[in-house]
Every structure is written in structure tokens, then in C-alpha cells.
């Protein structure tokens, strides 16, 4: 196991703050599923159900940026929100150059730069450290009954809010 034990991570995702914008309630349907699916991702179990699982809001999310695209201001906080969730989901699924990429172009837009900054050097040492270790994601699978018991993790700090 690498000396790594489970861990508990809890993560932020940005919300619409107005009932009235037309996208509010598909967005927030979209945040609450993706907790949902993120809640059954444990330590000692494959990630493929769960990245199945995320294919729709993935693909909602991206959706959103492309529609909100204008530099409007309350097209760029539409555009910021869904960049924001898609690189946390992409963090979460071990797929760190997509969330570079986005970390990246968040960089690039100028709105909430620090973000995108974060999730630039987060998946920069989350890739070094799966590297070094030759792994593809931090998910280990289990190899007998044993490795397959449900441990409870160490919790981790809450992410900071700037």
C-alpha cells in the first residue's frame, strides 16, 4: 500500500447563488448528483463505476462553458462555476492533465485566477507522486477479503475559500 491509508477529503463545489437564473436548477441538480456519486468513491475500489456515473455532469458542465462564453460579467461567474466543479470532478477521477488543462484556461480567463492556480499545482504533485509511485490513480484494488473492508479515513482539512 505504499505506506498510504484511506483518507477522507472534503471538497467544495461552487452553486449558482440565484433561483431565478434559468440554469439554477439543472445546475443544481447536477452539484447534488455529483456529491451523491462522490460519497460512494472509496480508497480500495475501482473508479470506473464512478467516472461512468459523472459522464452526464461532465458533460452538462462543459456544456455550460461553451454556452456561457461572452465576457459578461454574469457570464463569466457561469463559466467560472462549471470550470471550477469540472476540474474538482477531474481531480477527484485521477485525471489531472484535464484538470491542469482547465486550471490553465482558468488562469488564462483571469476571473478567480488563485483557483485555477490551486488545481494547476494540486494535480501537478497529485501526478508527480502517482508517477513516482507507478500508479495510475490512488485507488488501490483490493487483492484479497481483507483489503476489501470499508475503513474509515483520517479526515482532512476543509479546502480554503479566498
Known amino acids: 500500500m505504499y505506506g498510504y491509508g484511506p483518507f477522507i477529503h472534503y471538497a467544495k463545489f461552487k452553486k449558482l447563488d440565484s433561483e431565478k437564473h ?50 459578461e460579467k454574469g457570464d463569466k461567474k457561469m463559466k467560472y462555476a462549471a470550470q471550477y466543479n469540472l476540474a474538482r470532478i477531474f481531480q477527484f477521477l485521477d485525471r489531472h492533465d484535464k484538470t491542469i488543462e482547465i486550471g490553465k484556461v482558468m488562469i488564462a480567463d483571469d476571473y478567480e485566477k488563485k483557483d485555477g492556480e490551486r488545481f494547476v499545482e494540486q494535480s501537478t504533485e497529485f501526478k508527480r507522486k502517482l508517477e513516482f509511485h507507478r500508479m495510475t490513480n490512488r485507488h488501490i484494488i483490493p487483492r484479497n477479503a481483507n483489503d476489501e473492508k470499508d475503513v474509515e479515513g483520517e479526515a482532512g482539512e476543509e479546502e480554503e475559500e479566498d
Open 22 to 71: 434559468p440554469e439554477y436548477t439543472m445546475f443544481d441538480n447536477a452539484t447534488k448528483a455529483m456529491k451523491l456519486i462522490l460519497e460512494k468513491m472509496r480508497y480500495n475500489q475501482p473508479i470506473d463505476q464512478i467516472e461512468k456515473d459523472m459522464t452526464p455532469i461532465i458533460s452538462y458542465f462543459d456544456g455550460i462553458i461553451k454556452k456561457y462564453n461572452k465576457d
